[in-house]
């Protein structure tokens, strides 16, 4: 073999062998070969630019993680728990007869213990209100939703709140619902319970809602063994609780006057919208004529109305403004005889506050 090939030969296999170490160290990572004592002003050097040019790089911006916050429970009383599991088993033992029993709307009650006693719901009986029509499932149902109050003792009664439906049973019983499910649409939509006479047991106010009727409630009291009405606000049409001067104590906001009449829809509905307040005094009892019930009246009826003579009036907020400014039937007698009668019919109520 020629020289010069000898020479290229060995140029190659020098080559190959270069290009398989480069590969391996590839493989293998970078080295740590010992540095130079010389070589370490370089490196600082080096190193300190790369951390110059890392200082202005603002860091990656990472969201944490959102903290749950979630809110202990407030503790259920043993009286309170009894109640709920009864509503669990009569629902229970409805639901293998009836396997598409909805379960009933009950987010307006509450349950509340102290020494005196409790003050809770219960649902005691079900039954079926009507078969279900071409393309529903279940149908419609009915739900005995009673109020019970439980003292320190133990003893239990229980009540119908407020507003309920009936039917006569198969077995020619009297079966009422305080909640329904389906087309009638009764529930009960709020309670609140406070001490309004001061003697360390509360009082409850349960609202409910009727089919279309708007809500209204009553005031329940335990007095000598019995759930009655609670007899400071017994004549009072109570539409909700607020406190509206902010002493602590719940003002009733009040339907004021009882005239309804059908509206456009064929839906009875009452005259007027405007109310007035019975203000919640220390001693238990409450007061549609003092400063406090005034101002609200006045807010909802600023001024008095003014008619044009010969005018007809259909209005009944219109109405119910010119009683609390102390307008009477007679005075409205001309404006309202050619109107519906149940603007007469409301002319004639006595409004709980005179303005003047």
């Known amino acids: 073999m020629r020289t010069r090939d000898r020479i290229i030969s060995f140029v190659i296999v020098l ?19 010992p540095v130079d004592a010389g070589d370490v002003d370089a490196a600082d050097a080096l190193a300190a630019e790369a951390a110059a040019q890392l200082a202005n790089v603002p ?4 969201d944490a993680a959102p903290v749950a916050v979630v809110d202990a429970a407030p503790a259920v009383s043993p009286a309170c728990q009894k109640l ?14 009836e ?4 379960d009933p709307d009950l ?32 149908g419609d149902f009915g739900y005995l939703v009673n109020l019970v109050h439980v003292d320190d003792k133990g003893v239990e009664v229980a009540q119908i709140p407020g507003a309920y439906l009936f039917q006569i049973s198969d077995a020619g019983k009297t079966f009422k619902y305080t909640v329904t499910h389906g087309s009638l649409g009764m529930k009960i939509t709020g309670t609140r319970f406070f001490d309004f006479d001061g003697n360390g047991e509360d009082e409850v106010f349960v609202s409910t809602q009727t089919m279309a009727t708007k809500d209204e409630g009553a005031i329940w009291a335990y007095k000598g063994g019995k759930i009655v009405i609670y007899e400071p606000a017994a004549s009072f049409k109570i539409h909700a609780l607020d406190d509206l001067d902010g002493d602590g104590r719940p003002d009733l906001v009040l339907d004021t006057f009882r005239t309804t009449h059908d509206d456009e829809n064929g839906i009875r509905t009452a005259a007027t919208t405007l109310r007035a307040l019975a203000h919640s005094l220390p001693d238990g009892s409450f007061s549609t004529k003092d400063a406090v019930a005034a101002g609200y009246v006045q807010k909802e009826c600023p001024a008095a109305p ?5 005018g007809v009036v259909t209005d009944g907020d219109t109405i119910a403004c010119a009683l609390f400014w102390g ?21 004639k109520e006595k409004p709980p506050v005179v303005l003047r």
């Open 15 to 33: 080559a190959a062998i270069g290009a398989i170490w480069y590969a391996a160290s590839l493989f293998r990572g970078p080295t740590n070969p």
């Open 59 to 62: 860091p990656p911006i990472v």
């Open 84 to 97: 709920a599991d009864g509503t669990v088993k009569v629902l229970a033992t409805t639901k293998a007869v």
């Open 99 to 102: 396997s598409c029993l909805p």
């Open 107 to 138: 987010t307006g009650t509450a349950c509340t213990s102290n020494d005196k006693g409790t003050w809770g719901f219960r649902v005691d009986d079900v039954k079926r209100i009507a078969p279900p029509f071409p393309g529903e499932l279940c």
């Open 306 to 310: 003014k008619f044009e003579a010969g």
């Open 327 to 347: 307008a009477t039937a007679k005075d409205l007698e001309s404006l309202l005889a050619k109107s519906p009668p149940w603007t007469r019919e409301l002319a």
